[in-house]
């Protein structure tokens, strides 16, 4: 069973940055491709950003340039680096594991807030 704990998120101003990260239980991390998803506020889940085993990244087209996966396979952590905050960045992110037998296992999400 693997476990996903993210964190790092909370209130900051347009412009500014945050981290995120998320930590996975379990040995199926460095097997796995993994993901950050986001829900605004009455809004679906859609996907932010998503690395391979081997460091292969995807990302939506509204956080190209802003953002940045990136994984450390030693520490069982995936990283997201946001800067140039926007109100639209407001949502839940969630952290998102995708093993290699196809099961998807989610965090339980960690809030940021763009706001002045």
């Known amino acids: 069973q693997v476990q996903l704990v993210e964190s790092g998120g909370g209130l900051v101003q347009p412009g500014g940055s945050l981290r995120l990260s998320c930590v996975a239980s379990?040995?199926?991390?460095?097997?796995?491709?993994m993901g950050w998803y986001r829900q605004p506020p009455g809004k679906e889940r859609g996907l932010v950003a998503r690395?391979?085993?081997?460091?292969?990244?995807n990302y939506d087209d509204s956080v190209k340039g802003r953002f940045t996966i990136s994984r450390d396979n030693a520490k069982n952590t995936v990283y997201l680096q946001m800067i140039n905050l926007k109100g639209d960045d407001t949502a839940v992110y969630y952290c998102?594991?995708?093993?290699?037998?196809?099961?998807?296992?989610w965090g339980k999400g960690t809030p940021v807030t763009v706001s002045s």
């Open positions: 379990g040995s199926a991390f460095s097997f796995s491709t």
């Open positions: 690395i391979t085993r081997g460091g292969s990244t």
């Open positions: 998102a594991l995708f093993t290699i037998g196809g099961t998807t296992y």
